[in-house]
Nanobody
Framework: QVQLVESGGGLVQAGGSLRLSCAAS????????MGWFRQAPGKEREFVAA????????YYADSVQGRFTISRDNAKNTVYLQMNSLKPEDTAVYSC??????????????????WGQGTQVTVSS
């Protein structure tokens, strides 16, 4: 079992930066692949980034490649999403997710077993 709590969202101007954090509790965090997803109003949830259990493998959506960086600190049971050069189209609720039974990265919503409540990110133009 893994519980996830996101923080760090807010309002930022286009071109600005934010860092999201996802604090996890539960014994399996260090062996779980983690992901960040986002959902804008009226749209389906979409993949943003994922990281393997060790942090050695990362994977990004094309729309954020080069602007966002996912990382994790297993000693702190926390995964991060550093977001730079933000655009209005990045506005969404961002949620972190954990794979309960795999340490392999995935971009599929259905691959993740545990989800946080989400944190709002709003980018103004």
């Amino acid at each position: 079992q893994v519980q996830l709590v996101e923080s760090g969202g807010g309002l930022v101007q286009a071109g600005g930066s934010l860092r999201l954090s996802c604090a996890a509790s539960g014994r399996t965090f260090a062996t779980s692949a983690m992901g960040w997803f986002r959902q804008a109003p009226g749209k389906e949830r979409e993949f943003v980034a994922a990281i393997s259990w060790s942090g050695g493998t990362t994977y990004y959506a094309d729309s954020v490649q080069g602007r966002f960086t996912i990382s994790r600190d297993n000693a702190k049971n926390t995964v991060y999403l550093q977001m730079n050069s933000l655009k209005p189209e990045d506005t969404a609720v961002y949620s972190c997710a954990a794979r309960g039974k795999s340490y392999v990265v995935s971009d599929q919503v259905s691959s993740y077993d545990y989800w946080g409540q989400g944190t709002q990110v709003t980018v103004s133009s």
